[in-house]
């Protein structure tokens, strides 16, 4: 463990091609690139995944879409919050550490759920997927 070591897992090049099918569902606020959706969405799927152990999964690259409200309409706090994080993330060879950022933002437990439960939860209330500080 280490602040530029992430969270290794196999195939992890495969979540940039699950997150493509992805990117037609997007829904961005004015001024959101889909580029940097798509980066901070496997930037999470990729912790998501290293804590079982395994390559990336389409459920993966959901659940950080979802988190950050790519694929719904998010409440204008959620993109706030998230438009400070995600600006310009697309360029990864200057900004890993706000990639390294967007995926630890996320709380390890809800990354340990199951799809459906991170549905409900985030349909309950956005806040949960992260630890924020007041």
Not at 23 to 44: N, Q, Y
Not at 48 to 69: C, H, I, K, Q
Not at 115 to 122: D, F, I, T, Y
């Amino acid at each position: 463990m280490g602040r530029a070591l992430g969270n290794q897992g196999p195939d992890q090049g495969y979540a940039l091609r699950l997150a493509e099918a992805f990117r037609h569902r997007l829904v961005l606020a004015p001024g959101e690139h889909s580029a940097d959706a798509v980066a901070g969405a496997v930037a999470v799927a990729l912790r998501r995944a290293s804590f079982s152990g395994r390559g990336p999964v389409s459920d993966d690259v959901e659940v950080g879409l979802r988190a950050y409200g790519f694929l719904g309409d998010a409440p204008p706090e959620l993109v706030k919050f998230r438009r400070s994080l995600f600006s310009e993330v697309h360029h990864t060879t200057v900004h890993y550490f706000a990639l390294r950022e967007i995926a630890d933002q996320v709380r390890e437990e809800l990354l340990r759920s199951s799809l459906s439960e991170v549905v409900v939860a985030l349909a309950a209330d956005w806040r949960s997927a992260f630890a924020l500080r007041d």
